[in-house]
């Protein structure tokens, strides 16, 4: 039996969307076409992080904190935080110490956020332009925080791009991406998409959690 000996099937955007309308019985034919695919593909990444399904896009990351400051910008692509940990280095020996995360309302109810000492609690506080504001307010200019943070994945902004998902996902990609454009061009086939696209995404997700042991609580000491 003659094998390919090869590993490296990577449709680009334009060959998900093709896929997408030939599953919806159509063909892509305008510029217009492939425009309003990508709009589509662009809002369903949005709705998989809604659902939680990139849990690949994490990233760990590290912020000095300032003494006297308790709120931190991050990067606008940030969708979550997962945990965080306070690391202080005394004699050249690292020590993590475990942050808690509160709530809007616990953060909002600490009578004075001013205080100062090692931080020991923080909150991601989800606005356009995110941040992450912990008490107490760090001691010194130091320490540094240590969080691994939830990303959003890049977006089909130019056709010949690769999509930033592991090939496990191309089911489902192709799947919900078939429902989008049915909703707009084929509605006599979106109830069928639809079930196509919900079974492929319970398996996504399903794999996801199966992997999501090491990655979304990882073990941040001595990092």
Known sequence: MALSGSTNFEPNVTEFIEEAFERCGIELRTG??????KRSINIMLAEWANRGLNQWTIEQTTQTVTEGTNSYSLNTNVIDILDMVVRRTTNSVNTDTNMSRISRSEYLNIPNKDTKARPNQFFFDKQTTPAIKIYPTPENSTDILVFNKLVRMDDADTATNTMDLPFRFYPCFAAGLAYYISIKRAPQRTAELKAIYEEE???????????????????????
Do not use: M, N
């Open 32 to 37: 217009y076409d492939l425009k309003t695919a």
């Open 201 to 223: 995404f319970r398996r996504a997700a399903d794999q996801d959690e199966d992997r999501a042991s090491f990655r979304i609580r990882p073990h941040l000491r001595g990092v």
